[in-house]
């Protein structure tokens, strides 16, 4: 393994997307990640058409994991569990809260086993209140954050974000955090207990644009609003569709220059900062049969040479094309040995002096399972008993 997390030893409990994602992203840096799943596997395995368990949702957000299948409703397999955790860095798990703990693999049990452990649960809502033990899933979270209100405009229905957005923001906030909590062990030589809910990641993201209009305590509530509508600001071509805005006094020159409507620049509603991000609806009904007139590539060439933030509005199948995309290097292609040739993004951030990489294909179910056994000092009379008796498969 290879990256600035080489030598760190994962052992990840967690299924569906946010945990999975979080210790992807870790795998990704290097971290040596152990996938725990029961015998009948990460319910993603088998949300899609697969190939021995591998959809692509799994592919993306388990590569280059080891995986092991363990009974851990049975004594003998919490056992391997308690033994492994001797000689791992972090755990990470996103069971229903209590779950974990009833399982007798709680923090407390673990830490006793190993102070310096980094421990990350993830839950929807977190350990305590009205909503805690009520099942979550991506779109019951992005309800209760106000995204779907301000999705929705102010003058439409809430609408739900096209993507997973709760599950990736909680990842993001957990891998961080678990890194955070290593480097303070490195510091302290203490381990410690992080707590991540989907909910509380999901409104810290948004809270600085979705919450503008409720962030002082003495005035009026307004309903939650970004700080410009994003789809007043896509605009259908004569042959596609563009993203245009145009924000500083500069920026707004440009876009006035540029569509030869300089008597806008004294357009009461729109010539100050605060106008143009609050009436982007007055901006799309003015712009809109301009740029309807011709080619995506003549305005965008002709917004670009005026200085206007601009670019393409393009489809996920064009993604991978892109002249930008293809230069950054984003898109890799591999060819896995069981479902054929897949596109995968890399690591995001690039680091100059230990490059993080996809570090392998993700794994069948329990394909590691021996290996990782004999890993932890497991003997091979103890790896057979345990396969003999139906605790690891």
């Not at 709680?106 to 990350?120: E, K, Q, S």
């Not at 040995?337 to 996809?358: E, L, V, W």
Request: proline share 5%; net charge negative; with cysteine.
């Amino acid at each position: 393994m290879t990256g600035p997390l080489s030598g760190f030893r994962i052992l990840d409990l967690s299924a569906v997307l946010s945990g999975p994602l979080a210790t992807t992203s870790l795998c990704d840096q290097g971290a040596e990640v152990i996938k725990v799943e029961a015998f009948t596997g990460d319910v993603i395995r088998h949300t899609q058409s697969s190939q021995d368990g591998l959809t692509t949702l799994f592919v993306s957000s388990n590569r280059g994991k080891k995986a092991i299948a363990i009974d851990l409703k049975t004594d003998a397999g919490i056992g391997i569990i308690k033994r492994m955790v001797q000689d791992v860095d972090v755990v990470v798990q996103n069971f229903r809260p209590g779950a974990i703990e009833r399982m007798g693999l709680g923090y407390d049990v673990l830490r006793a086993i190993n102070p310096a452990i980094v421990y990350c649960s993830i839950s929807g809502f977190g350990s305590k209140g009205p909503y805690v033990n009520r099942r979550v899933y991506d779109p019951i979270v992005q309800g209760l954050s106000g995204i779907n209100f301000v999705q929705g405009g102010p003058d439409g229905p809430p609408q739900m974000i096209q993507a997973t957005l709760a599950d990736v923001v909680a990842a993001i906030t957990a891998s961080q955090s678990i890194t955070a909590a290593l480097l303070s062990r490195e510091k302290t030589g203490e381990g410690q207990h992080v707590t991540v809910a989907m909910i509380d990641a999901l409104i810290s993201l948004t809270w600085p644009s979705a919450m503008v209009g409720n962030m002082m305590v003495d005035r009026e509530a307004r309903e939650p609003r970004a700080p410009y509508r994003g789809n007043d600001l896509i605009f259908k071509t004569a042959d596609g569709y563009i993203t245009a805005a145009a924000v500083s006094e500069s920026e707004w020159q440009g876009l006035c220059q540029a569509v030869g409507r300089e008597d806008w620049l004294q357009h009461e509603r729109l010539n100050t900062p605060a106008g143009r991000t609050t009436n982007t609806r007055t901006l799309s009904e003015l712009l809109s049969p301009i740029i309807l007139t011709k080619s995506s590539r003549h305005w965008l060439e002709l917004l670009d040479r005026n200085g206007v933030p601009c670019g393409r509005v393009i489809t996920c199948a064009e993604v991978p094309d892109d002249e930008q995309i293809i230069v950054n290097e984003l898109i890799e292609v591999l060819d896995h040995p069981i479902i054929g040739k897949i596109r995968q993004s890399r690591p995001a951030a690039r680091f100059s002096a230990t490059p993080a990489k996809i570090q392998g294909f993700a794994p069948r179910l329990g394909e590691h399972s021996k290996e990782i056994l004999a890993q932890f000092g497991f003997s091979e009379d103890e790896i057979c008993d345990l396969f003999a008796s139906d605790i690891v498969r």
